[in-house]
């Protein structure tokens, strides 16, 4: 069989379905049955290398993850983080578009997901500012900036599919302290461009917290914050691992949540629950499809293939990691992150290590770009849920949010060229 004839059916295929809107997880699978059926490949590796993709321990991490998140979020575990940020940074002028990149950051340290962080702060400071005479766009574009820090900074279970993608050698641990310091810098960032913008729009300060109130916030924002610091503390510290620091957290969150705090009534922990296994499903269905794909794209020889190919173009690292971080912008905007994430690791990951780069700064690399994608339509998921929230157009959200995607992008490109503001926890640590 003409090895050329199966990567065309490959991609093709992949790409038709994409077109014809089938769900990412269907394209994965059916383009990969029909090339292995092209290649005359016996049928039962395909169910052998869907079951062999999910049978990994570290997957338990994802369910975990998701379920912390979601009871968090389902309480006033993001109005809490809130009026943390309040107290920390809300009496700078433009204060409260601080507040929201904080509240982001703080509440991505818990959920780890973008998506989780737009609906939650979203729905609470979008509003707020508004009413302190904020303009709905900058409302907007502020928030669903701040969220992409979700998928940096730990426990972005993101990092855990790309510890699996890259075929669980990379160390969970390591790729959570390196999402530490780019965090801190993509939020800094945001906090300055939010800075000069309220200045240009003439926005002022907000009101000052209450010293009363200060004592009983900055407790009940530390105690939701603990759930972060059971999570990454444990993995940190070598007492657990990540699947078990995880199962604490949901422990603790559930304690936080419906025994302390009595935010929601215990029946609804079985809608959280269904929403959690319906996540987790189509996650656990993506990572299979994804295996198969990968294993086809292993059997053509693809990615050594792209790596002779890059490499032949240029031996500059420079260009290539250039190229590298354009193709996943451009990727990120037709494609959702996750697939993107277990699709192009197996591909790109040969071609960085054959430049030297560090597999853990890859995957911060790639996180951060894809985080940027889920800004950009036609996608752009978190754009969409913010523009939502808000009640505009999503040509308004992306006007509104260009400022700071064009500073994230700049961020991107010192992380990728500055590897030591990456690596430094990672390798301090070892």
């Known amino acids: 069989m003409d090895p050329t004839i199966a990567i065309l059916i490959l991609c093709v295929v992949f790409i038709l379905l994409i077109i014809l809107r089938f769900p990412i997880s269907l394209a994965l699978a059916g383009s990969s049955l029909l090339t292995l059926l ?18 990994s321990y570290s997957l338990l991490t994802i ?18 983080l809130i009026n943390l940020a309040q107290v920390l940074v809300g009496g700078i002028r433009g204060g409260l578009a601080m507040v929201n990149c904080v509240a982001c950051m703080f509440f991505g340290n818990i959920s780890g997901s973008a998506i989780a962080d737009v609906s939650s702060i979203g729905s609470v400071m979008i509003p707020m500012m508004k009413k302190k005479g904020y303009d709905t766009d900058y409302a907007v574009g502020v928030t669903v900036s701040a969220a992409i820090q979700g998928v940096v900074v730990p426990p972005s279970h993101n990092l855990v599919l790309y510890s699996l993608a890259a075929g669980g050698g990379i160390s969970i641990a390591s790729l959570f302290l390196a999402g530490i310091v780019p965090g801190l810098i993509l939020c800094v960032s945001l906090m300055i461009t939010s800075y000069f913008i309220a200045i240009k729009r003439g926005y002022t300060k907000s009101e000052a917290v209450p010293l009363r ?7 009940d924002g530390l105690l939701s914050l603990l759930t972060a610091v059971i999570i990454l503390g444990g993995i940190f510290t070598g007492w657990f691992t990540a ?23 215990i029946s609804r922990m079985w809608v959280i629950l269904k929403r959690t296994f319906r996540t987790v499903a189509m996650v656990l269905f993506l990572i299979a499809a994804s295996a198969t794909f990968s294993y086809v794209l292993a059997f053509l020889k693809v990615p050594g293939m792209l790596t002779d190919w890059m490499l032949g173009i240029t031996d500059s690292p420079i260009i290539i990691l250039l190229i590298i971080n354009v193709l996943l912008l451009l990727l990120g905007a037709p494609m959702d992150m996750a697939p993107l994430i277990l699709i ?17 700064h890859f995957g911060i690399i790639m996180m951060l770009n894809l985080g940027i994608g889920l800004l950009t339509p036609p996608v752009g998921t978190v754009l969409f849920v913010g523009s939502a929230i808000g009640n505009i157009s999503i040509s308004e959200g992306t006007k509104a949010m260009m400022p700071f995607f064009y500073v994230m992008c700049v961020v991107l490109m010192i992380l990728t060229y500055i590897p030591g503001l990456v690596m430094w926890l990672p390798n301090l640590m070892k």
């Open 38 to 55: 092209y290649l005359k490949v016996p049928l039962a590796t395909v169910g052998q290398t869907m079951i062999q993709g999910m049978n």
């Open 63 to 80: 369910p975990f993850f998701i379920l912390a998140g979601q009871i968090m979020s389902e309480g006033q575990m993001a109005l809490r």
């Open 213 to 219: 109130d200060i004592p009983k916030i900055v407790r």
């Open 243 to 265: 699947t078990e620091s995880g199962a604490l957290a949901c422990l603790y969150a559930f304690i936080l949540t419906f025994l302390v705090y009595r935010d929601i009534p």
């Open 344 to 360: 192009m690791t197996p591909i790109l990951l040969p071609v960085v290590t054959a430049l030297g780069m560090d597999p853990v």
